[in-house]
Each structure stands twice: as C-alpha cells, then as structure tokens.
C-alpha cells in the first residue's frame, strides 16, 4: 500500500477485555515496530519485528500484551485483559530495512478502557 | 539512565522568523538523530537524520546540528509559515539499533 494502515483508528473497550489493534507497513518493508504514545508523553517503545529474527519484545510493559507478525507482514498487537492505563494511541511504524533508520508511521489506534 | 530531554513549553513565534528547536540527552551515545514532526491525530513524519560525525544537515528551510560534546541537537525552521505549526520530536538512535528513542517533542506554533 501507498502508507502505514492501521485499524481501527479508534477503539473503546471496557476494563477486562482483549483488544486487537492491526498494522499493515508498507509492502516490502521488512522492520516493524509497535509504540505507544499517552497524552502529553512520547512515543514509548513496545516490540520490534525485523525480517524472520526473533522479536525484540523488551518493551512490553506486561505480560497482558503481545504481538505477532505473520508471513512477514500484517501485525497484530493484542492487550489482554485491558485496563485503565492502557489507554493510549498505538502507533506502528515501518522501516524498509533493519539497517534503515527512517520509520514510516501509521495514523495510530486511539484506545479508550473505560 | 538513558534521558532525552526537550522544552516541554511551545514555542511561538512570529511568521517570517526562524524557528530553535533544542534537544538534549544524557547518559547516551547516539550514533545518530533524527527529527520527526507530528500533526494532531497523526504518526510522526521523517524529517531529518543527522550521524555523529556530521555537524550540520540541510534540507530546504530545515537544518539540524548534531554536537556530541554538548550532547545537544538543534532544529532550524527558517522563514516560519503558520503550515510549520506542529508537535517535532527528536530521536537519537545508537548504533548497531534499529530502534530509535524518541523524546516527548516541543509544540511550535507559528502566528501569521
């Protein structure tokens, strides 16, 4: 595609539930990176993909989040048993390779636990 | 700890002028920076990236400086135009890592 898709763009859940928040990169982009964002804060780092390694998973703020890459491609963050201060924008990013530095980012996924 | 630090206050200044942006960081070596700008309800943009043994780097009206013995980067906006109004983060990165550390940016508003 012509950019970073994610979806949704927002996305409201209630306390205890699972969410699955979607990146699409940029075709033939083989580095992918999750980064949350809270209101007034920077991007925090959450995950890194790069090609077929093993991810780098040390930001993950708990065991309740993980994330998947299949086929090299689409990504897939999931929150387990949301809470509160899980509300954020999630935004993915994607780099043409793991020696390119520049991110291209998606708009983000808005969530909201209530 | 690793720290990037930028001006938590936004910066206004007057159409025409020139924009300063400044980040600095501690407890860190970055083999590179660079300057994202993001707008309301977007992801950050790619603007700019400086290496450590470049000192300064333009693209049209932008130029970013890069001094490792001041830990410091700074990010020109010359000839201001209101479009230039936006949140830009700085993100040094080390070598070796693909994943760039992101400070929390500086809002600039730009008045006509």
């Known amino acids: 595609g012509a950019g970073v898709s994610q979806s949704p763009s927002n996305k409201v859940t209630e306390k205890g539930k699972d969410v699955e928040l979607r990146c699409d990169p940029i075709s033939g982009h083989t580095a992918l990176y999750w980064y949350r964002q809270s209101l007034g804060q920077g991007l925090e780092f959450l995950i890194y993909?790069?090609?077929?390694?093993?991810?780098?998973k040390s930001g993950l703020p708990s065991d309740r989040f993980s994330a998947e890459r299949t086929g090299g491609s689409v990504s897939t963050l999931t929150i387990q048993r949301t809470q509160q201060e899980d509300s954020a924008v999630y935004l993915c990013a994607s780099s043409f390779s793991g020696d390119s530095e520049k991110l291209f980012f998606g708009s983000g996924t808005q969530l909201s636990v209530l | 700890s690793q720290k990037i630090e930028q001006n938590s206050e936004a910066l206004n200044i007057q159409e025409g002028k020139t924009a300063t942006l400044t980040c600095n960081y501690t407890n860190y070596s970055p083999a590179y920076l660079q300057w994202y700008r993001q707008d309301p309800g977007r992801g950050p943009v790619f603007l700019l990236l400086i290496r450590e043994n470049e000192k300064e780097k333009r693209k049209e009206r932008l130029k970013v400086t890069f001094d490792t013995t001041l830990k410091q980067s700074l990010f020109h906006i010359t000839a201001s135009q209101p479009a230039d109004s936006a949140t830009y983060l700085c993100a040094p990165g080390k070598g070796g890592s693909y994943i760039p550390t992101f400070g929390r940016g500086t809002s600039l508003i730009v008045h006509p």
């Open positions: 993909f790069q090609g077929n390694s093993a991810p780098d």
